[in-house]
């Protein structure tokens, strides 16, 4: 009940397309969704987060769709360029429960972007 | 802004052995969180210190411990370390009054056991 499943494993798009990752999770106390980045030899960094009071979110380029009575959430990466390759998590926690603090990630995307 | 900071990058050692993991939180943060992240796959939740106290614990057994100091920053103790120890051991701060969850990643720890 507590895993979060991330899809597909691996996604190959063109420099300006659109670039969909999908996540689904069962633990209905999960509050709390953000999306890390990572690159190889780093530390994942926070991209967007969501919260399931709102359906979407949106900083720049990137946007987070959340379907709560489904229970899964997006990401979408607008105008994808090279610079976007990059492993993608995406996680989830009970910030207001007894979880508080255990993100709870996805196996991972790698994102290629041709230019 | 300091970022979260870890020490050392990559650190070898072989089975049987001890090691510890240092981080120090980004700058105004209280909470450290401590991850293990295999090749290939996501971070999994180690343990989570506010206080100096352990408030939250992952499914990983007692060789793995830690401690948080005054100054927020914390240690990470493998104990009789196992080939499959070998992992990114990331730090990640946040601000309990936040109670958003918000976690900011260190670079990590590469550990690798022979």
């Known amino acids: 009940q507590q895993q979060v499943k991330q899809s597909p494993q691996s996604l190959i798009v063109q420099k300006g397309g659109i670039s969909i990752i999908n996540c689904a999770y069962e633990?209905?106390?999960?509050?709390?969704f953000p999306w890390y980045q990572q690159f190889p030899g780093k530390g994942p960094a926070l991209l967007i987060a969501i919260r399931p009071d709102v359906s979407e979110k949106k900083e720049g380029r990137f946007t987070i769709s959340f379907n709560k009575s489904a229970k899964q959430f997006s990401l979408h990466i607008m105008d994808s360029q090279p610079g976007d390759s990059a492993t993608y998590f995406c996680?989830?926690?009970?910030?207001?429960?007894?979880?508080?603090?255990?993100?709870?990630f996805g196996q991972g995307t790698i994102l290629t972007v041709h230019p | 802004d300091a970022g979260v900071t870890q020490s050392p990058t990559h650190l070898i050692k072989t089975r049987g052995q001890q090691v510890t993991l240092r981080c120090s939180p980004k700058s105004g943060h209280d909470t450290v969180s401590w991850y293990q992240q295999a090749l290939g796959q996501g971070p999994q939740f180690i343990f989570q210190y506010y206080e100096e106290e352990e408030r939250q614990r992952g499914n990983f057994p007692d060789r793995f411990s830690g401690h948080q100091f005054p100054n927020y920053s914390s240690e990470l103790n493998v104990n009789a370390l196992l080939l499959g120890d070998s992992a990114l051991y990331l730090c990640a701060s946040s601000l309990d009054r936040d109670f958003t969850d918000t976690q900011y990643f260190g670079p990590g720890t590469r550990l690798t056991v022979l």
């Open positions: 996680a989830a926690s009970s910030a207001g429960g007894t979880s508080y603090g255990k993100l709870t």
């Open positions: 633990n209905t106390a999960f509050d709390y």
